[in-house]
């Protein structure tokens, strides 16, 4: 208690002298430079399959004593630093810290152990508490975490607790959300140029949305809990640039795929993963957010994707936070530079049991499946369940094999059940399903994604081969450590249920 209260007043001291900020860049998305200047830049220089496009326009930045990233930009102004270099440690003013059931209650020990049990936190409405994990499940001990974080926000007067109680009906939990990824985002904690730190891997997903957004452990979010700041060492940066038309065989799980193939899962460990290009631009943000939750599984210590007007858009009437985006410069220095033509890709899994282990689709026609399971915060987000649909939609036939749909969050379920899917005539996602033979729309949640609980919905409690729309397929992820998992688009688990093998997604859609 004594050493943290001392660091506390330290840091506080620190913070007392404010410098001056970096002049912020401008609303603009488009990365200048031609390769020339681009490789004098950067370390090194990755090329795949590179396009031929017209040069992109200089940045607008301002004056700029020291070029930096986005993800530097954000960390130097949380720091009130003028500028930042790869290495640095600094402390970091957090704009949300979030938690959930499973690393809540001992993010709450830690922080009741050292700030002393009648503690308040730094700001109750910066705290977001979402239980999502291991919730509909008769394991007591999986029940008392979610009755922790009740007593905890109670206590504290939080103000963002998304609760549930009646586990027989999620639908009579209207503070429920689900998955709390997904559900930071669609509840506007999730802002351009912010610091968001999470008790969960995933939480880079946030990146989405032009933020410095990280994983941490309880202990550094119990401190955070205490005094709104973390120690942070600044990652370097490297740029993926994804140019070329997207081919509408393809989602944004097969570019990160594509890139985790690529770089290992070890390829970008501590290091900010920044994507930008033509093909970047034209995403959705639930398909920026696909490319951004995954990072995590290539060793990345954040994902960002430049803020532009779609994410202004998905913003609009989610928070009444002013924020304020920044960019890189146009002279800044990456650690490398990897270069997509998306337009040439083809659709990807990754094979047991690595996210790394790489393959086209169509390689793998002839692995024998047992089940398709379309969820988590990485695969389960409506657009997700309409590109299934489509396929679906497109064969017109019935799943050869269990066909598992658990919707992250409750708004993704009533998206489910209430939004036509284009070019079906007015049909709804959970039509289309009922119709190709998968199982009824699960409550919201993680799900199997994590395996949990021996009853929890679609766990793979036997040594069976599923294609999944989640994030990581080692071991025992999904429960028995003897299942495969083959990790792959929406697109392409769709279709692998309507054959019975893993199947490449244009043997349906033209």
């Not at 689900?178 to 610091?195: D, K, M, N, S, T």
């Not at 996602?429 to 009824?440: K, L, M, N, R, Y």
């Amino acid at each position: 208690m004594a050493s943290i209260s001392a660091a506390a007043k330290a840091t506080s001291a620190a913070f007392a002298h404010k410098k001056e900020l970096a002049a912020a860049a401008p609303q603009q998305q488009r990365l200048s430079a031609g390769a020339s200047s681009r490789r004098a830049r950067a370390g090194r220089v990755r090329a795949v399959a590179t396009p031929t496009r017209a040069p992109r326009s200089p940045a607008s930045t301002g004056s700029v004593k020291s070029p930096m990233t986005t993800t530097e930009k954000i960390l130097a102004r949380a720091s009130e630093r003028a500028s930042l270099e790869p290495g640095e440690n600094v402390w970091v003013d957090v704009d949300v810290l979030m938690t959930h059931d499973v690393c809540g209650p001992g993010t709450i020990g830690i922080f009741k152990q050292e700030f002393g049990e009648d503690a308040k936190v730094w700001d109750r409405e910066k705290v977001v508490i979402i239980p999502d994990h291991y919730i509909f499940t008769s394991d007591e001990r999986a029940n008392r975490n979610v009755d922790i974080l009740r007593d905890f926000c109670e206590e504290q007067k939080i103000k963002y607790f998304y609760d549930i109680k009646d586990l027989s009906d999620f639908r009579a939990n209207p503070d429920y959300k689900g998955v709390c990824h997904i559900a930071l985002a669609q509840e506007g904690h999730c802002r351009p140029g912010e610091v968001l730190l999470g008790t969960d891997s995933h939480t880079c997903n946030a990146g989405a949305f032009g933020q410095f957004a990280t994983g941490i452990g309880n202990t550094d979010a119990g401190f955070v809990m205490g005094t709104g700041k973390a120690l942070l060492k600044v990652p370097p940066t490297i740029r993926f640039v994804l140019d070329g038309e997207m081919p509408p065989y393809l989602l944004a799980k097969d570019l990160i795929l594509q890139i985790i193939g690529e770089i290992s899962v070890s390829g970008a460990t501590y290091r900010s993963m920044e994507f930008v290009g033509s093909t970047i631009e034209s995403l959705t943000m639930e398909e920026r957010m696909t490319l951004c939750n995954m990072v995590i599984e290539a060793g990345g210590k954040n994902g960002v994707v430049p803020a532009d007007e779609t994410t202004f858009k998905y913003l609009e009437g989610k928070t009444s936070v002013e924020y304020e985006p920044v960019y890189s410069d146009a002279q800044a220095r990456f650690y490398s530079d990897y270069r997509f033509d998306v337009s040439k890709l083809e659709p990807v899994v990754a094979k047991p049991h690595s996210p790394d282990n790489r393959a086209l689709a169509r390689e793998c026609k002839d692995v024998k499946i047992d089940r398709v399971y379309i969820g988590s915060c990485t695969g389960g987000k409506t657009e997700d369940f309409i590109a299934a649909a489509k396929v679906f939609l497109a064969s017109g036939k019935k799943v050869k094999v269990p066909t598992f749909l658990v919707p992250a969050t409750q708004k993704v379920w009533m998206d489910v059940y209430s939004l036509p899917v284009p070019g079906s005539g007015g049909k709804t996602c959970s039509q289309i399903f009922e119709e190709a033979g998968c199982d009824t729309p699960a409550s919201p949640n993680c799900g199997a994604c994590l395996g949990g609980p021996r009853d929890t919905y679609a766990r793979m409690n036997e040594p069976t081969v599923c294609v999944s729309t989640t994030n990581r397929n080692f071991p025992g992820r999904m429960g028995h450590k003897e299942g495969q998992i083959y990790l792959a688009s929406p697109f392409t688990a769709a279709a692998s249920a309507l054959t019975g093998y893993v199947t490449d997604p244009r043997d349906f859609l033209s």
